[in-house]
């Protein structure tokens, strides 16, 4: 604070800044900062606020990717003795296969195995994209033949006391992302949705077709978004701002690394894409992921619940 000659700066107050939340759930990071004018014995306050919003997301994208370069050096050390156990379990569950009879309960638990470790591998390879360069090449995906290959083994996971839905836009799009990464995205999305009701409830998985328009273009878009809603607790204000970052759970520990959401929020960032949750105590959660629609020559894919 300082005082001034007439006509100039009398007292000068310190930087601030807040959050606008718009409707959509987006959200805008403003600076105020304001300055004091004596003139002709009249005091006058000169406040200045300016968008700080793509600085802000800026410093969150690199502190996020050094926390995760971390994690990424820790699964690279691991990955490859991981990887090694997983392949002797398949190769014995080939083995196995081979000399049952496919009439036998015995051989469907050997296939199921075989499964489980196929997945165990896939599961290594997503921890592994974690550190995935941004310029890693994704192909073609269509959402919804991600969930309807995923949707039986989520069934068994979920548990029976929870009720899983889907309903799938018939005409969905294509987008740019590896099968393996839609996949794991939703079994995390649904898996977390199941813990936030132990005593049971309803998961929903849907897609559809929408169309966004951002600030700084002209055009509209388009988008394919995956949503996954469940009747669970809920999440209170200051979780669900921190439910994206790395390690943030509120689960018993060994219950959850806390990594799940933060690589599904870099996953679709990589895409140009993006993932929000909207959730009150007592009123459920209700996550979707928004990724950039790409042509294709069709949808081949129909609505239907389970």
């Known amino acids: 604070m300082f005082r001034a000659q007439s006509g100039q700066a009398s007292e000068v107050a310190p930087d601030t800044s807040f959050v606008l939340t718009r409707a959509d759930g987006t959200r805008r990071y403003i600076e105020v900062a304001s300055v004091g004018l004596d003139h002709r014995s009249d ?17 969150e994208q690199l502190r996020e990717a050094q926390r995760l370069e971390a994690v990424g050096r820790l699964v690279g050390g691991v990955a490859h003795d991981f990887n090694n156990l997983l392949t002797g379990m398949m190769l014995y569950c080939d083995l196995l296969i081979g000399e049952l009879d496919k009439d036998t309960r015995a051989y469907r638990h050997a296939q199921e ?25 994704s192909r073609e995906c269509a959402v919804n033949d991600v969930v309807i290959g995923i949707q039986d083994l989520l069934t068994r996971l979920i548990g029976e006391n929870i009720v899983l839905k889907t309903s799938l836009a018939p005409d969905l799009g294509a987008v740019a992302m ?15 949705a199941r813990d936030a009701m132990p005593d049971g409830g309803r998961i929903t998985v849907a897609t559809r077709n929408c169309s966004l328009t951002a600030d700084s273009l002209t055009e509209t878009a388009r988008w394919v978004e995956l949503r996954v809603t469940d009747t669970g607790c809920g999440m209170a204000a200051d979780t669900l701002n921190h439910a994206f970052d790395p390690f943030f759970t509120t689960k018993k520990p060994g219950r959850s690394s806390g990594l799940g959401l ?3 929020r870099r996953l679709a960032t990589l895409q140009g894409g993006s993932i929000t949750a909207e959730s009150e105590p007592g009123k459920g959660t209700r996550i979707s992921l928004r990724l950039p629609r790409v042509e294709t020559h069709g949808p081949n894919i129909q609505e239907f619940q389970r």
Do not use: C, K, W
């Open 262 to 264: 933060a690589t599904a």
């Open 113 to 137: 195995m075989r499964m489980a470790g196929d997945n165990g591998a896939t599961l290594v390879q997503q921890l592994l994209n974690v550190a995935r360069p941004a310029g890693a090449e």
């Open 178 to 192: 590896e099968p393996a990464q839609v996949q794991q995205i939703l079994l995390n999305l649904v898996l977390n």
């Open 43 to 59: 005091a006058f306050q000169v406040i200045r606020a300016r968008d700080i919003s793509r600085h802000r997301h800026t410093e």
